[in-house]
């Protein structure tokens, strides 16, 4: 029986205006304990002053008006007072609170603290000591809205903004089940930087993330913004039910966007109907069927994200790649008409280059297979000798330059896929062999195969074994096969030319290997073929048919023959013009593809200005290569084709549905409709949370916001506007900055700069006796709130102060100073090492920390983040010893007291006081009070003494942190600096905001 619900109540328990006919009366008033509500057990009771109100209300006819929350707000009139106080409507309605309860406001805070004030709480980051003299030295009526405008096109207030929200959005870099394993989330939390920072609307804010796929021609950018649910923790468990995670999927979907949008806790509607809000175990599922077609499944990668995905392109990176392939194109144009304009110098070097030749050693005779990799068009590159012979670029390798001209660079297992070559049998002879260019000097790797792994190796391969060429001839491994290895190695980022004789005994004393012409002394590894070494599989250049891959190895001007080459023709090869044979053949008997070979010789090798040409285009190819070869991928939502069914799950579990009803998206009845223009989706629930007359939506977005601000919301349970959340404290107020936030488009900059620039926010936290007794928590808001800062904000106050922040923006997320054991200690096969960033990424902001939702960095959870596991729309304070541990000993606030000590030692003068006094302005924005500075100064001549006993001590203190120490101070002075400076970042005044 609900009370809340007048249907139910009038039909059971009331009777409208017939006091004595009411049950509900008859309870409340009854004498006998069996039958009196509340229940002695429950240990509440009701006032005399509550029992009248309700016998009032029954005999002037119960009307029923709803939960203040569930009705549409209506902007109230402002309150007159005859006392003129304040400097916006925000003011009108604190002041008449406060009117009423006799008190008054407190004096505006000074003007050092209120900078410092508005500083961290619009953009989570301390002034500058510029700044704060900029501000007290300016004496003009708009001082203070200056500094609030300039905060507010800050980047830090829109990750100051942001860092909030990732709590919202339960945002993190792993996946939090199982093994909790890496996902790449970034490009959303870069989304959302990029929202606040443009002062988008928050209602394009909400319907972007919720539905920004849905969206008609949606960008990437809007569909990367609907990571906000994905960032829930998934599971890669391998024997995990998938449907059975995919409904949890749903369920954290539908809690969040309650919690977020709504403020009402949804979620316990999933297994019954709500007892507190008015919300049926029918309505929940009506709101779950929303989300209840998205195409992802339970089950999560283990490796990173799972789909649906996109790719993104950082607005940068976008701007490099256009950049480069301008100039990949330009180039490639200039070069075309080079090639255009040097064929008659082309037609004079050859006739020359041929005379020449004649006097020089020929080329051997017996060349059935040539191909100098020369130019790749379209992947494919020419085999000279056969017009049936085709030779095509595989998987990742790349063109580079060769020995002679271009060549081929083995890279991510790719080859050459050559068809249409056939060695001569195992019985008749051969050669072959090319030009290599290894990394290593231990390079491994086939270079050139024909050869069948799965069946016993059969056929061969030119190959370096730990850099040493050899070949393989097999029929079958290692029983029926020859196997010969030199002694001598190739040199690495050189090219050497590698070769191979073989006179068709079967014997290894008929194999020959030669390096760069000289016939080498070589191991023998198997002896004795006497069965055929033919195969079916293709001739490859860079591997074997399936491994063997000669990755970070450069191949050029490959050659085969049909005979064993003399000692005298394999030198001449290895010395030798390698457009020779094609030399040799008179002009008029020269087919296409050799005419082209001279073309490409002449053009790469001696005109200069196509070389030129050619450098330049393979740098900006390089550089295209580079920026496009790393795909960074971004979780989305997305629906699948067919409409998912929705059924009641009876309790909520996934394997009971109540298949009696198709349950169809709809929102609660207890609130508007949705829009009948509005889909029955996604899209379709974000445009009815964004309506102009959603009694919720505003409410709850204004009130987090004066949550962030002032300490405490309006309504203190943030999280819940529901039946069991408390009453606003100023509810005229709320409906104003609802009304008005609602009738501005949503503005959030435009709202947050109204609460900042109140006399309410401007006051002074110093709280009398008289507020002490009277208004303990501050609820008249009759002073301004103080309290500490969040752990985020103390870390990056300390690297501000100490000039050790880095303000890149946005970006992966980084791995800052933490014990290192920690994430072996929580992971699933014991074996997850965390490895510590190097350089920037140990200064950067706090919110770009990876987030390892199984173990988050120490610091930060000290200082109350949650986990991220599910959303917190606002945070705990708690104060403990633990914290000060961290502040005082943790790495990075160690370090970043020595760079704040090396400040004060140059910066702040040549005496102690003036010393103290400057590291006191610098974290504090005000001049430190003569006691504190007398205790201060007292404490660095102490520890100067230590430090000049202890220079061991000393050295140890100065060495914390991967930064290095300027050597020019002296070790002992810096050493007691750096303890001075550790005690100024641990003053209350300091890690708390006043």
């Known amino acids: 029986m609900r009370l809340d619900v007048e249907a139910e109540a009038k039909k059971e328990v009331i009777v409208a205006g017939k006091l004595l006919e009411s049950e509900l009366w008859a309870r409340i008033t009854a004498t006998d304990v069996e039958e009196r509500m509340p229940p002695l057990k429950s240990k509440k009771e009701l006032t005399p002053h509550q029992i009248a109100l309700i ?48 008190l008054k406001p407190s004096p505006e805070a000074a003007k050092a603290i209120l900078i410092r004030r508005v500083t961290f709480d619009l953009t989570g980051l301390p002034p500058t000591l510029p700044e704060v003299m900029a501000f007290v030295n300016d004496k003009s009526p708009k001082a203070y809205e200056k500094v609030v405008d300039r905060l507010l096109a800050s980047k830090a207030y829109a990750e100051r903004m942001t860092l909030h929200w990732m709590d919202v959005a339960r945002y993190g870099d792993s996946s939090v089940h199982h093994a909790d394993g890496p996902r790449t989330m970034w490009p959303w939390r870069d989304w959302v930087i990029n929202a606040y920072d443009t002062n988008k609307s928050f209602k394009d804010f909400t319907i972007e993330q919720i539905a920004g796929d849905l969206l008609p021609n949606a960008t990437v950018a809007q569909k990367v913004a609907t990571g906000f649910n994905r960032n829930h923790g998934t599971t890669d468990e391998g024997g995990l039910i998938v449907e059975e995670y995919r409904v949890e999927y749903v369920v954290d979907r ?19 109907s709500h007892k507190y809000d008015p919300i049926s175990h029918k309505e929940y599922y009506q709101f779950f069927a929303f989300f209840n077609n998205n195409a992802d499944s339970g089950k999560q990668s283990r490796g990173g994200n799972a789909p649906p995905m996109v790719d993104v392109v950082s607005n940068d990176q976008q701007k490099l790649r256009h950049a480069a392939q301008a100039r990949v194109e330009s180039t490639t144009t200039k070069l075309a008409a080079r090639k255009k304009a040097a064929q008659a110098d082309i037609e004079k070097w050859s006739i020359a280059a041929a005379l020449k030749h004649q006097k020089q050693p020929q080329e051997p005779e017996g060349l059935f297979a040539h191909l100098p990799l020369d130019q790749f068009k379209g992947r494919v590159t020419a085999e000279l000798v056969s017009k049936k012979t085709t030779a095509k670029l595989e998987g990742g390798a790349q063109a580079c330059n060769g020995k002679f001209s271009g060549g081929l660079r083995v890279v991510k297992n790719g080859f050459v896929n050559v068809k249409g070559i056939t060695p001569p049998e195992w019985n008749e002879p051969f050669s072959y062999g090319c030009w290599v260019k290894p990394d290593s000097a231990n390079a491994n790797g086939a270079i050139f195969s024909k050869m069948n792994e799965s069946n016993a190796f059969r056929g061969f391969d030119i190959w370096l074994q730990q850099g040493a060429p050899g070949t393989h001839i097999i029929n079958n491994w290692p029983d029926n096969a020859v196997k010969v290895v030199g002694k001598e190695k190739t040199k690495p980022k050189q090219w050497s030319h590698i070769f191979v004789t073989y006179d068709g005994s079967g014997k290894a004393s008929g194999t020959r290997i030669y390096l760069n012409g000289k016939r080498l002394a070589h191991n023998i590894e198997a002896d004795g073929l006497s069965g055929t ?229 401007r006051q002074s936290s110093r709280i009398t006796r008289k507020l002490f007794t009277q208004d303990r928590s501050n609820a008249l808001l009759a002073r301004g709130p103080r309290f500490r800062l969040q752990g985020e904000f103390v870390r990056d106050n300390a690297l501000a102060v100490s000039r050790l922040l880095v303000r890149k923006i946005g970006g992966p997320s980084v791995k800052p100073y933490q014990p290192p054991g920690l994430w072996n200690e929580v992971s699933l096969g014991g074996n997850v090492r965390f490895r510590q960033g190097k350089g920037d990424g ?96 007292s404490a660095f001549n102490e520890e100067f003494e230590h430090y000049k006993k202890n220079p061991e001590a000393a050295t140890k203190l100065l060495t914390a942190g991967d930064s290095k120490r300027n050597e020019s101070l002296n070790a002992a002075e810096h050493a007691a600096w750096t303890i001075v400076a550790s005690m100024l970042l641990n003053l209350d005044e300091v890690i708390s905001r006043l």
């Open 55 to 102: 016998k009032k209300w029954i005999e002037q006819g119960a009307k029923y008006e709803g939960h203040w929350a569930f009705i549409a707000p209506k902007s109230p009139a402002l309150p007159q007072s005859k006392t003129k106080w304040g400097h916006n409507p925000i003011d009108s309605f604190t002041f008449a609170k406060l009117e009423a309860n006799g």
């Open 254 to 272: 539908v809690k969040t966007t309650g919690n977020v949008w709504l403020g009402l806790s949804v979620e316990c509607a999933q297994c019954h």
């Open 842 to 937: 140990l200064y950067r902001r706090s919110m770009y920390t990876y987030w390892k939702r199984s173990a988050p960095a120490p610091t930060m959870t000290i200082f109350d983040a949650p986990t991220r596991e599910k959303c917190l729309v606002e945070r705990p304070r708690t104060n403990t010893p633990l914290q000060a541990l961290a502040t005082l000993n943790d790495p990075q606030f160690v370090e970043a007291a020595r760079h704040l000590a090396e400040r004060m030692m140059k910066e702040g003068g040549k005496t102690p006081k003036d010393r103290v006094a400057f590291g006191y302005r610098v974290v504090a924005a005000r001049a430190p009070k003569a006691l504190v500075s007398q205790i201060l100064s």
């Open 533 to 761: 070494i033919q195969t079916p599989n293709e001739f490859r250049i860079g591997r074997r048919s399936n491994s063997a891959q000669a990755n970070n190895i450069e191949i050029d001007d490959v050659r085969l023959y049909d005979r064993a080459l003399t000692d005298t023709e394999v030198a001449a090869l290895a010395g030798n013009d390698p457009v020779g044979p094609i030399l040799a053949i008179a002009p008029n008997k020269r087919n296409a593809k050799q005419k082209a070979a001279l073309t490409i010789h002449y053009l790469n090798t001696i005109d200069k200005e196509y070389q030129s040409l050619t450098t330049e285009k393979q740098k900006a190819q390089s550089e295209l290569t580079a920026l496009t070869k790393t795909k960074i991928t971004s979780m989305i939502m997305g629906d699948q084709g067919k409409m998912r069914l929705t059924y009641i799950l009876e309790r909520g579990h996934y394997s009971h549905p109540r298949k009696d009803e198709v349950i169809k998206p709809d929102v609660p009845a207890f609130l508007p409709p949705l829009p009948k223009s509005a889909p029955k989706n996604r899209l379709g629930l974000a445009q009815w949370l964004t309506r102009a007359d959603h009694p919720l939506t505003a409410r709850v977005a204004v009130n987090r916001y004066w949550s962030l601000l002032f300490g405490k919301g309006l309504v203190k349970t943030v999280s819940d506007m529901g039946t069991q959340g408390d009453w606003p404290t100023h509810p005229e107020l709320l409906d104003w900055l609802a009304t008005d936030f609602v009738k501005h488009g949503w503005d959030i900059k435009r709202t947050l700069k109204q609460m900042v620039m109140s006399a309410t926010y």
